[in-house]
T-cell receptor, first 117, second 112 residues
Framework: DAGVIQSPRHEVTEMGQEVTLRCKPI?????LFWYRQTMMRGLELLIY????????DSGMPEDRFSAKMPNASFSTLKIQPSEPRDSAVYFC???????????????FGPGTRLTVL | DAKTTQPPSMDCAEGRAANLPCNHS???????VYWYRQIHSQGPQYIIH???NNETNEMASLIITEDRKSSTLILPHATLRDTAVYYC?????????????FGEGTQLTVNP
């Protein structure tokens, strides 16, 4: 398996522009997570999905952020409008929890480094 | 989920064992101990997890004290590629999926 795939790997945009980050989870995984990493706040969970349904979006910073998972093999994280403080590395991760007890291992993608000027 | 405490940094000589401690004194009976690491500019990577018993896999060993208030991740023969930030995470297993809450971790530097 190719692992979790994220695109683009780097994105530079100007304040006010719309940014869309993409993620393809590992085939067969039923959980998908979006994380953000900054020097100030470290790694923080933004939102996660189970079977394409958003379960917990309490980490989404504000209404400018939205995430969708239209099918089991694709998810997007959109920022509109983008601001300089959104500059960070955004990671997508996926997992499979066949036991249903939450001891799943999360597999992370390489991340998208976003710079908002 | 229980809070964890790790030293901010550690050094280890190449070829020697690296022992990374983690304190989780408020851990509950249904909380697992997980270890992830993040090599510079890469996404976090799962290493190992355990509940009560010691665990070993191809990457590392996890030693959990009998009272479960602390644990140690052991890399038996550290290499330069093991230089990374190591995160100890304690979390409850949940049927509706679960979150990983990353702290600041330990920066392990393996020296030649």
């Amino acid at each position: 398996d190719a692992g979790v795939i994220q695109s683009p790997r780097h994105e530079v945009t100007e304040m006010g522009q719309e940014v869309t980050l993409r993620c393809k989870p590992i085939s067969g995984h039923d959980y998908l997570f979006w994380y953000r990493q900054t020097m100030m706040r470290g790694l923080e969970l933004l939102i996660y999905f189970n079977n394409n349904v958003p379960i917990d979006d309490s980490g989404m910073p504000e209404d400018r952020f939205s995430a969708k998972m239209p099918n089991a093999s694709f998810s997007t994280l959109k920022i509109q409008p983008s601001e300089p403080r959104d500059s960070a590395v955004y990671f997508c991760a996926s997992s499979l929890d066949p036991s249903g007890v939450g001891t799943d291992t999360q597999y992370f993608g390489p991340g998208t480094r976003l710079t908002v000027l | 989920d229980a809070k964890t405490t790790q030293p901010p940094s550690m050094d280890c000589a190449e070829g020697r064992a690296a022992n990374l401690p983690c304190n989780h004194s408020t851990i509950s009976g249904n909380e697992y101990v997980y270890w992830y690491r993040q090599i510079h500019s890469q996404g976090p990577q799962y290493i190992i997890h355990g509940l009560k018993n010691n665990e070993t896999n191809e990457m590392a060993s996890l030693i959990i004290t009998e009272d479960r208030k602390s644990s140690t991740l052991i890399l038996p023969h550290a290499t330069l590629r093991d230089t990374a930030v190591y995160y100890c995470i304690v979390r409850v297993a949940r049927t509706s999926g679960s979150r990983l809450t990353f702290g600041e971790g330990t920066q392990l530097t393996v020296n030649p």
